[in-house]
């Protein structure tokens, strides 16, 4: 089955640090540009960083800019989201998407490009 699993979502304290994880299955996932988005309660779903095939590309959205690190080990056929001084307003369903193909960043996380594979999320809670 063609797939990709987020795990790693907890409860986690204001200030305190999480690692998401994606794994793909079925398909070998360095063809692909990988994302993180995600959607809070009554919000619209928002990109969150992005990172290239081979990893030497990243891009974050600027309400993460700084606390969140994007990278990937293609051996594992897993993509990571290292969420650090997390924050109330992080919050949220976490989605990973991938994309094979030509694209920019901001356009990646800005949701102009339809995806290949979507995640079913994992859910990232951060409160005291």
């Known amino acids: 089955q063609l797939q990709l699993v987020e795990s790693g979502g907890d409860l986690v304290q204001p200030g305190g640090s999480l690692r998401l994880s994606c794994a793909a299955s079925g398909f070998a996932l360095d063809y692909y540009a990988v994302g993180w988005f995600r959607q809070a309660p009554g919000k619209e779903r928002e990109g969150v960083s992005c990172i290239s095939p081979s990893g030497a590309i990243t891009y974050y959205a600027d309400s993460v800019k700084g606390r969140f690190t994007i990278s990937r080990d293609n051996a594992k056929n897993t993509v990571y989201l290292q969420m650090n001084n997390a924050k109330p307003e992080d919050t949220a369903v976490y989605y990973c998407?991938?994309?094979?193909?030509?694209?920019?960043?901001?356009?990646?996380?800005?949701?102009?490009?339809?995806?290949?594979?979507w995640g079913k999320g994992t859910l990232v809670t951060v409160s005291s």
């Open positions: 998407a991938a994309r094979s193909g030509s694209y920019d960043p901001r356009g990646f996380i800005g949701g102009v490009y339809a995806m290949d594979y």
